[in-house]
């Protein structure tokens, strides 16, 4: 049997130890980063627009996120405008109860990873923007993951920051709706 010389059998060594750190370290997700998990091949239809949603485009690749940035004393996100009534543009009924919700509740989706699998369903959040707050319960969740269907209006999948919030929290905030959307804080209620 042929053995190799000890510096070839070094680099070898080596080079398989490297390899491994580096396949390790790939596949642990960077400590508060959250990275596209895959994209979603777009699909157009019947998207309705009350509130001016962004709608799927054929062929277009959307971003798919399983997680959701740390939450945080105040965690940074985009506020964005969403009707919880039937017929609107939040597609089907929250998740959370099943029901659709006016659009004068102060209710809000939150994006996958900060759904938390409906772990928060029900939670009231801090909302805060240009330094007025309010609170408002989570009842949905703004899918991260699918989209470009019936059942989600033909959106894309939501970015993973995302608090979407009805007419009444915008209103509570002193906000524009046509805005569409806003850079906020938020955290979970520790009332």
């Known amino acids: 049997m042929a053995t190799c010389p000890p510096s070839i059998a070094m680099a070898i060594f080596l080079l398989v130890t490297l390899s491994a750190s580096h396949i390790t370290s790939a596949l642990r997700p960077s ?20 509130n001016d949603p962004d709608c799927c485009e054929d062929g277009k690749r959307y971003p798919q996120y399983h997680c959701s940035p740390p939450v945080t004393s105040s965690t940074r996100a985009v506020l964005t405008l969403n009707s919880f009534e039937k017929g609107k543009d939040g597609g089907g009924p929250s998740a959370c109860d099943n029901a659709y919700h006016s659009d004068k509740e102060m209710v809000v989706a939150l ?3 900060w759904f ?26 703004c899918d991260s993951v699918y989209g470009c269907d019936d ?4 959106e894309p999948p939501c970015q993973n920051n995302i608090v979407d919030a009805s007419p009444a929290v915008w209103n509570a905030l002193g906000l524009d709706q046509n805005v569409g959307e806003l850079d906020i804080t938020w955290s979970d209620n520790d009332n």
Not at 116 to 132: H, P, Q, V
Not at 151 to 154: A, D, E, I, Q, R
């Open 116 to 141: 938390e699998n409906m772990g928060r369903c029900g939670d009231r959040i801090k909302i805060t923007a240009n330094e007025n707050s309010v609170y408002a319960k989570v009842v949905d969740e």
């Open 151 to 154: 059942k989600h209006n033909y």
């Open 111 to 113: 994006s996958t990873g």
């Open 31 to 50: 400590l508060g980063v959250c990275r596209a998990s895959g994209y979603l091949p777009g699909k157009a239809g019947h998207c309705e627009k009350s």
